[in-house]
């Protein structure tokens, strides 16, 4: 089902029965649907979060629950072609950075949030479920790139988007014994994305916007997911132990600037990047 879903996605050929709608609601509902339908592998593992009691199951910890949950989404992405292999081991290499600094955030000396529950699957302190929660950013990324057909015009040079990608990666580490520069990268991504948009086609119209735009939006709403789950107590932050509060708005920075570094490297895949556009 999914599969034919998605061919008519690709066929640029609205559904009959909304063919009788104005054209801007016509868009918006397919707009809508195909951010759905990227945000495939999100749904399924916060559908996890949210059923998965904080005890577990059966004797089982919810942690591994959760990671035996991600596992079995991939594998079944991967196996029935929602996901090629080259896509996989992208999502492979998000979860590995995110590992990374997982282990690094909640290590004794820093502290920035921890893993209470119990798990035979923690290593560090880290739950290996965790390294999903960044992979699902990719995975969203490269979902929508098919779907929305999308192409970027005038992207800044390569190696300079892998340098502030790396930048921005070692601001998370460095910035608690060197100072936070987030607000300096910003401003460089900012110059270095200042022209660049992003075309798409939500129906049968390639529409564009600010790539800037975009990052802002998909790092607003990753903010929201983190709201989601410390409510669940996935993860907590230590303002948070006592009681639940919102996570700080600040946070949404972070978060954009870590879909920069997502969008860096899933651009570097070889059918994306075809789609790309480098003024010479």
Known sequence: MIDAIDRHFESAHPWPPLAALPRWLRELLYFGAKEARACLFV?????????????????????????????????????????TRDEARAIGLFHVFGFALEAFKVSPGIGSWSYPD?????????????????????SYVIQAW????????????????????????????????????????????????????????????VRRMPLLLAFVLIGFFVWLAENISTFFRVWSYPDQMGAWAMVHLGKWSSWALLVVMTFTLVAGLKHIKSRIHVPD
Request: glycine share 8%; aromatic share 18%; charged share 15%.
């Open 118 to 138: 119990p798990a035979l699957t923690k290593v560090l302190g880290v739950p290996l479920f965790a390294g999903f929660m960044y992979a699902a950013v990719g």
């Open 146 to 205: 098919r779907l929305f057909d999308l192409r970027i015009r005038h992207h800044p040079p390569y190696w300079m988007a892998v340098l502030v990608a790396g930048l921005i990666y070692a601001n998370f580490f460095t910035h608690h014994f060197i100072g936070d520069y987030r607000w300096y990268l910003a401003a460089l991504a900012l110059g270095l994305y200042a022209r660049t948009t992003v075309e798409f086609r939500p129906l049968d119209r």
């Open 43 to 83: 749904v399924l593992f916060f559908a996890a979060v949210f059923t998965v009691p904080r005890e577990g199951l059966a004797g089982v910890a919810r942690y591994d629950l959760l990671l035996l949950w991600a596992l079995a989404v991939q594998a079944w992405m991967l196996w029935t072609g929602l996901e």
